[in-house]
């Protein structure tokens, strides 16, 4: 898995409640992203880092926010975690200077009742 | 609209056959397209990526073709076996450094003994 670590790997919170994901990285990559994958819509990309302090939006951002304060961690947080954000949730790291493909960590399952 | 397409949910096979599997998209110009797999329960993993200008890449028992005119890729497993059962998605590269992947829905791939 290249060196990524999610955590937690499982999660149930109740609906209303604020989440923190936690994706930490071994190699210090400048690249790190979050998906959300779910039946039907493959892996959707929710925010992504393009190095410290520097973030972006994804195709689904809405009611997720993110920090970077070290190069090892990026965070992603459901500020008031909704049904519709139950999913697994994804990490991702490219390594620019080698090649464009992205490294996946285990994945995050996170169900909000 | 934009959209990707891969042919079909699931997929089987007889082992030893070849596997050829179909990702379509239309309205996006991608830099590249590679091909993950995934195994229930893991993150994707990255298998191959063919550039806009190659027509077609081999690895192993792996090959990928691109057609740009018709904006599709097929994906090839020759000599199948069981162990190639998993989940194939495609991912389109829109700007060909990793900040932008966007991924198909995937083939559940079953290669019968």
């Known amino acids: 898995d290249a060196g990524i670590t999610q955590s937690p790997r499982h999660k149930v919170t109740e609906t209303g409640t604020p989440v923190t994901l936690r994706c930490h990285q071994t190699e210090n990559h400048r690249y790190m992203y979050w998906y959300r994958q779910d039946p039907g819509h493959g892996l959707r990309l929710i925010h992504y880092?393009?190095?410290?302090?520097?973030?972006d939006k994804g195709e689904v951002s809405d009611g997720y926010s993110v920090s970077r304060s070290k190069t090892e961690d990026f965070l992603l947080t459901l500020e008031s975690a909704t049904s519709s954000q139950t999913s697994v949730y994804f990490c991702?790291?490219?390594?620019?200077?080698?090649?464009?493909?992205?490294?996946f960590g285990q994945g995050t399952r996170l169900t909000v009742v | 609209s934009q959209k990707i397409e891969q042919n079909s949910e699931a997929l089987n096979i007889q082992e030893g056959k070849t596997a050829t599997l179909t990702c379509n998209y239309t309205?996006?110009?991608?830099?590249?397209l590679q091909w993950y797999r995934q195994d229930p329960g893991r993150g994707p993993v990255f298998l191959l990526l063919?550039?806009?200008?190659?027509k077609e890449k081999r690895k192993e028992r792996l090959k990928v073709t691109f057609d740009t005119t018709l904006k599709q890729s097929l994906f090839h497993i020759t000599a199948s076996q069981p162990a190639d059962s998993a989940t194939y998605l495609c991912a389109l590269d829109l700007i060909g450094g990793g900040q932008n992947f966007v991924f198909g829905p995937g083939t559940r791939l079953s290669v019968l003994p």
């Open positions: 880092s393009y190095g410290v302090k520097d973030t």
């Open positions: 309205n996006y110009s991608p830099a590249y």
């Open positions: 991702a790291i490219s390594v620019r200077e080698m090649g464009p493909e992205a490294f």
């Open positions: 063919i550039r806009e200008n190659e």
